[in-house]
């Protein structure tokens, strides 16, 4: 006589199939769910809204001390003024380097030390009345309150 596993072959692989739903969501979370990659999408969120010349809504996305350098008014003004105006566009194309991750950082000498922040290099390429040109610049992404949030180094 045949002697029976004390396990029905289904548990096993029920159990198989669970251990590999288990791993692939892990996965899918670590991609699309982590810190750096809801860092990178803020950015991109960002530079978005300034493509568009919705300069309201890129003021939104600040972290506090950046709204502390600009009233949103003035923000809407200069940015108007100073891309569309004297540099001829009316819109540009933008690309994120890799992200670094950065133990603390300071958006000036005698700001606050940040924890938990990204560093993203943009590069906008802008194509007006004086040519082309592209604007490099080194962009921080900074969870505060548990959102992500865009600041500047004002560090000299």
Avoid: C
Avoid at 11 to 34: A, E, N, P, T, W
Avoid at 82 to 95: D, I, K, S
Wanted: aromatic letters at 18%.
């Amino acid at each position: 006589m045949a002697r029976r596993s004390a396990l029905p072959k289904g548990l096993f692989i029920g159990i198989g199939l669970f251990v590999v739903i288990l791993v692939g969501f892990l996965f899918i979370k670590g991609s699309f769910f982590s810190e750096s990659k809801q860092a990178e999408e803020t950015v991109e969120e960002f530079y978005r809204y300034e493509q568009k010349g919705d300069f309201s809504s890129s003021w939104g996305l600040f972290h506090t001390a950046m709204k502390e350098r600009f009233s949103k008014g003035n923000y809407i003004q200069d940015r108007a003024h100073v891309f569309m105006n004297h540099f001829g566009v009316e819109t540009f194309t933008f690309t994120l380097g890799k992200h670094e991750e950065v133990d603390t950082w300071k958006m000036s000498k005698t700001g606050p030390a940040l924890k938990n922040v990204y560093k993203f290099l943009v590069t906008q390429t802008y194509k007006g009345k004086y040519g082309n040109f592209d604007l490099k610049q080194e962009v921080f992404a900074i969870e505060e309150k548990g959102e992500w949030k865009i600041a500047w180094d004002y560090n000299q």
